[in-house]
């Protein structure tokens, strides 16, 4: 069973286009997290969500937006994009608190 | 933010101890020190973690110095499937934060 699951794999896209990347974890944990991984491989995280509650809002353009329709899915959607936010996007999920993050297996987006 | 400093890669052979060690000199006392690693074209993983003391798992373990400024993560054999970036990241108790630095490449050699 996949435990924190994302789709699509991969996306490919044009500028300008608004794209969503769906996460889901099956583990029951509370709090759920978007990372970002760019070409020089920096893993920055960029919103956390606890209960449906946004707690980390990174530094990150509006035109990014988290939605959380339920405790166990949290998407990612990216509106008007450009080509620097082609990267790798994880989501990852973990217990309330410093527990263990559990990571997806990443979406690859290539913005043309 | 404490942050943590790491070698940018190191080489081992298959089936010999590595110890990958990770500065982090401006450490809190509710400072837990995580390690993940992250596999080629995987989402990084969940190593082992520790306060104070020495852990151990069936993974690794994990030794921290007295003074809790250095911690060394140990393989007791590595094999090529550990050939991975390994991540040393300082978590508050508190705190759902985790911020990755640059890791430490580490390459296998059979």
């Known amino acids: 069973d996949t435990a924190v699951s994302q789709t699509p794999k991969y996306l490919v896209t044009q500028m300008g286009n608004d794209k969503s990347i769906k996460c889901e974890q099956n583990?029951?944990?509370?709090?759920m997290y978007w990372y970002k991984q760019d070409s020089k491989k920096f893993l920055k995280i960029m919103f956390s969500?606890?209960?449906?509650?946004?707690?980390i809002n990174e530094t990150v353009p509006n035109r990014f937006s988290p939605k959380s329709p339920d405790k166990a899915h949290l998407n990612l959607h990216i509106n008007s994009l450009e080509l620097g936010d082609s990267a790798v996007y994880f989501c990852?999920?973990?217990?309330?608190?410093?527990?263990?993050?559990?990571f997806g297996p990443g979406t690859r987006l290539l913005v043309l | 933010d404490a942050k943590t400093t790491q070698p940018n890669s190191m080489e081992s052979n298959e089936e010999e101890p590595v110890h990958l060690p990770c500065n982090h000199s401006?450490?809190?006392?509710?400072?837990?020190i995580h390690w993940y690693r992250q596999l080629p074209s995987q989402g990084p993983e969940y190593v082992i973690h520790?306060?104070?003391s020495n852990v151990n798992n069936r993974m690794a373990s994990l030794a921290i110095a007295e003074d809790r400024k250095s911690s060394t993560l140990i393989l007791h054999r590595a094999t090529l499937r550990d050939a991975a970036v390994y991540y040393c990241?300082?978590?508050?108790?508190?705190?759902?934060?985790?911020?990755f630095g640059a890791g430490t490449r580490l390459t296998v050699k059979p």
């Open positions: 990852a999920s973990s217990p309330s608190g410093p527990g263990t993050q559990y």
């Open positions: 583990l029951g944990h509370d709090t």
């Open positions: 969500y606890n209960n449906k509650e946004l707690i």
């Open positions: 401006t450490i809190s006392g509710t400072d837990y």
């Open positions: 520790g306060l104070t």
């Open positions: 990241i300082l978590r508050d108790v508190g705190n759902n934060d985790m911020r």
